[in-house]
Nanobody
């Protein structure tokens, strides 16, 4: 059973930064596309960023482009999301996901992802 465990969330002031971390099961990590989604109360789950298994390509949601950066360290079975210039509208539970076929047209859709973490809360105060 693949496992994804997120950490690094918290309360931060607007304009601040955080680095979210997702630790993955060793047996699956290096083979899979990885991604981050977020979900605010009362809203649908929103694609944030994705990265190929090698780390050679990335893709971002429009609302985070230029502020968030996804990266991965396959030696540590970890994917990161650096979130900068935070805004109040970035407040959400952030989820790590794994296992989607790499295609920018479809990786924004939650149902194409095979594995999910439990999420980490990010709260931005204005």
């Amino acid at each position: 059973q693949a496992q994804l465990v997120e950490s690094g969330g918290g309360l931060v002031q607007a304009g601040g930064s955080l680095r979210l971390t997702c630790a993955a099961s060793r047996h699956m990590f290096s083979r899979y596309t990885m991604g981050w989604f977020r979900q605010a109360p009362g809203k649908e789950r929103e694609f944030v960023a994705g990265i190929t298994s090698s780390g050679g390509s990335t893709y971002y949601g429009d609302s985070v482009m230029g502020r968030f950066t996804i990266s991965r360290d396959n030696a540590k079975n970890t994917v990161y999301l650096q979130v900068n210039s935070l805004k109040s509208e970035d407040t959400a539970v952030y989820y790590c996901a794994a296992g989607a076929p790499w295609a920018p047209a479809t990786i924004t859709v939650p149902r194409v992802w095979r594995y999910w973490g439990q999420g980490t809360q990010v709260t931005v105060s204005s």
